[in-house]
């Protein structure tokens, strides 16, 4: 099921656009070995360094294990370690590293810090979270949703519920890829940017998604087959913490609202979670949150990255029995 085309960097889920299917089906496969104890070493002597300006404990971890678990290993830096920017370079970073590992993640507060290190870097970059998206995120929400609907994404309906951000670009994307009809509400000063709801709609052309984009809470969840909310305030947007809470107040993922949805609607959150905020406790810890499972489905949908990444089309071709240890080099791409 491999794609013959080259991924050389995930710097937006659009990067993966018609290859999420099979790597949503390698993530799968993956949990399932993972599960009954099998994962395989497919990624030895591999190393991967994590470049983090910003928080995280999902991110971070699931990237460590994911890497640990195929055999290779994880190298975390810190903001104060590389200080990327100011002690150097984005570029020069980029330029180095690729002398020492064989992927890099990177959160970053600004998606042109991302993109300009994947210009200079000769090895993968993964955008582990900027003010634009957060791909990796929205593969574990994906798979997260293929679990619970055996029949696939098509004639279901996500509802977004909050702010116009980061992983609201990377869903609208990665909907508009698989076929999943997405009905977003947020405040009008907070929509998704135009540029992305434009770039979905042309992956949308191929596979009929539809999104819909409103101010109503209760419009988008009406009927819908799962609930998804975020914080109302990101990484890097806490100046505006004062008036994001008032045009969020009513943006709340309750009972009440959950009550409006399908029958056996289930409620997303890509966490950390500001409880009593977007969403209450009872929903988060209920019997209809999934979220547990997303946080979980975080580190099957990293290993699929990393193998998708690092390992050649033959070799995954091959088959994880078939595959052969070894170590390669990192590609010169320029
Ligand atoms: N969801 C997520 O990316 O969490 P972290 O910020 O903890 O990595
Ligand atoms: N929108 C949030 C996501 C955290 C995982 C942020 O950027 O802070």
Same mark, same amino acid.
């Given at each position: 099921m491999a794609p013959d085309r080259a991924l050389t960097d995930l710097l937006s889920i659009s990067d993966l656009a018609e290859e $999420? +299917?099979? $790597?949503l089906e390698d993530a799968a496969r993956l949990k399932t *070995? /993972? /599960?009954q104890g099998e994962s395989r070493a497919t990624l030895p002597g591999k190393n991967l360094a994590l470049i983090f300006e910003k928080p995280s404990a999902r991110t971070r971890t699931s990237f460590e294990v994911a890497i640990h678990d195929l +055999? +290779?290993?994880?190298i975390y830096l810190s903001p104060s370690d590389v200080q990327? +920017?100011?002690?150097e370079s984005i570029g020069d970073v980029a330029r180095v590293l690729s002398r020492y590992v064989d992927a890099i993640a990177y959160r970053a507060f600004r998606h042109e810090s991302v993109v300009e290190l994947a210009r200079y870097a000769t090895v993968p970059v993964i955008n582990a979270l900027d003010d634009r998206e957060h791909p990796c995120q929205i593969v574990a929400d994906l798979l997260t949703m293929r679990e619970r609907w055996a029949d696939g994404f098509h004639g279901r309906r996500l509802a977004w519920i909050g702010d116009g951000n980061n992983v609201l670009h990377s869903l609208i994307l990665g909907c508009a890829a698989v076929g999943l009809? $997405?009905?977003?509400?947020t405040p009008e000063a907070y929509r998704p940017r135009g540029e992305v709801v434009q770039a979905a709609r042309l992956l949308a052309d191929r596979t009929g998604a539809e999104f819909q984009l409103s101010s109503s809470p209760e419009q988008a969840a009406r009927g819908a087959d799962a609930l998804y909310t975020d914080v109302w305030v990101s990484m890097g947007d806490e100046a505006e913490r004062a008036?994001? *809470?008032r045009a969020f107040a009513g943006y709340q993922v309750n009972a009440k609202l959950l009550g409006m949805a399908a029958r056996d609607a289930f409620v997303l959150h890509d966490l950390p979670a500001h409880r009593g905020q977007e969403i209450t406790d009872d929903v988060l810890d209920g019997p209809r949150s999934a979220a547990w499972d997303q946080a979980e489905n975080r580190l099957h949908a990293a290993k699929a990255i990393l193998e998708r990444l690092l390992l050649s089309a033959p070799e995954r071709e091959r088959g994880p029995r078939q595959r052969r240890h070894r170590r390669t080099r990192p590609r010169r791409r320029r």
């Open positions: $999420l +299917g099979p $790597l *070995e /993972r /599960r +055999g +290779g290993h994880a990327i +920017g100011q002690r009809d $997405l009905s977003a509400a008036p994001r *809470e």
